[in-house]
């Protein structure tokens, strides 16, 4: 707003000097200009920053800004060109910023200001604009329009990275940093659409960490998150970039292995379990925590991938009768 605030009041003060110079206007309204053009940025901004509720106070600036806009309109007494110069780029600025509503707020004290100040001086017209008036107008009309245009660029590229940031946040598990569930059910769906359609074949290996609330309870959950960290190192070790790993949900993880059969995906479901036993940590190993891994193959009974899940998580929980640590296959 500062910036903005400084190059349109640069602008505009050329337009407004130029109709003060042909009417003939004395030496106060020439110092209130300069005190307008000079001062009231700064002022603007220093009542900005030491505000508790910043925001708040700029939109009341703003509307200060309308006001004065409506007084130098009167003052230039509605000299057509630049009046209605001033008086548009100021209702484009207040619907930019606060939209219509805000609008509404900004007209009353405008209007005021321009009939009050319209009537200090006894009500004074000269529409015609001169050739001179025009050429010190064109600034403005030209010049700040196109740094608006600019700013509102910027600030829309600015929210669409942001919005791809936020995006792309949710659908990664902030501990792990692998995906999140939400993001792992989208791709095991359209997995899933594309075996039925081309019968490529798929793996879903479902994953949970045998006696983890064990390790939660007797060292902490510090402990607990970085035995989680450790499965995830795992996991982005053991499995191809087409594949998906992704943190389930608690101490479950979930991968789905793309183009591979089940005699493959035993192969990587056994490189994760042994190699987490390497790596676990001593929280992990004194308290005898490992991973039961459950293996579900895509076939052409299965409805939706939740289908897909609940049958690695039966193949998981037979991992589990059997002993943990170890591997099964639904």
């Not at 484009?92 to 609008?103: A, M, T």
């Not at 609330?213 to 499965?231: P, Q, Y």
């Not at 897909?308 to 296959?329: E, L, Q, T």
């Amino acid at each position: 707003m500062y910036r903005m605030r400084m190059l349109g009041l640069v602008l505009s003060g050329l337009a407004v000097a130029a109709v003060l110079h042909e009417n003939g206007t004395g030496p106060l309204a020439w110092a209130l200009l300069l005190l307008n053009v000079a001062a009231w940025p700064h002022l603007a901004l220093w009542r900005a920053r030491r505000s508790r509720m910043p925001r708040e106070a700029e939109l009341r600036n703003l509307v200060l800004d309308s006001a004065l806009g409506g007084a130098w309109v009167a003052v230039m007494q509605f000299n057509l060109l630049p009046s209605v110069l001033l008086m548009a780029l100021l209702t484009v600025d207040k619907v930019g910023v606060g939209g219509w509503r805000f609008l509404g707020r900004t007209l009353p004290p405008q209007f005021g200001a321009c009939l009050l100040v319209s009537a200090l001086l006894g009500f004074p017209v000269q529409l015609e604009s001169s050739m001179a008036v025009v050429v010190a107008s064109l600034p403005f009309l030209v010049g700040y329009p196109l740094a608006l245009s600019a700013v509102m660029y910027a600030l829309a590229h600015r929210v669409a990275q942001q919005n791809r940031q936020l995006e792309r946040l949710n659908r990664i598990d902030v501990l792990t940093g692998l995906p999140n569930r939400r993001h792992w059910d989208e791709v095991a769906g359209s997995e899933l659409a594309r075996y039925l359609r081309s019968r490529r074949p798929a793996v879903v290996m479902l994953i949970d960490l045998d006696n983890f609330k064990e390790v939660n309870d007797a060292h902490g959950h510090a402990a607990g998150d970085e035995v989680l960290r450790r499965v995830a190192q795992v996991l982005r070790e053991s499995v191809r970039e087409i594949d998906t790993p992704a943190r389930y949900g608690g101490d479950e993880f979930v991968v789905l292995l793309t183009e591979a059969d089940v005699r493959g995906a035993r192969d990587v479901a056994e490189r994760v379990r042994t190699r987490f036993l390497e790596i676990r940590g001593e929280a992990a190993v004194s308290e005898h925590c490992t991973l039961s891994i459950g293996l579900a193959q895509a076939d052409r009974l299965l409805v939706n991938a939740d289908d897909w899940v609940r049958r690695a998580d039966a193949a998981m929980y037979g991992a589990k009768a059997g002993g943990r640590d170890r591997v099964n296959v639904a």
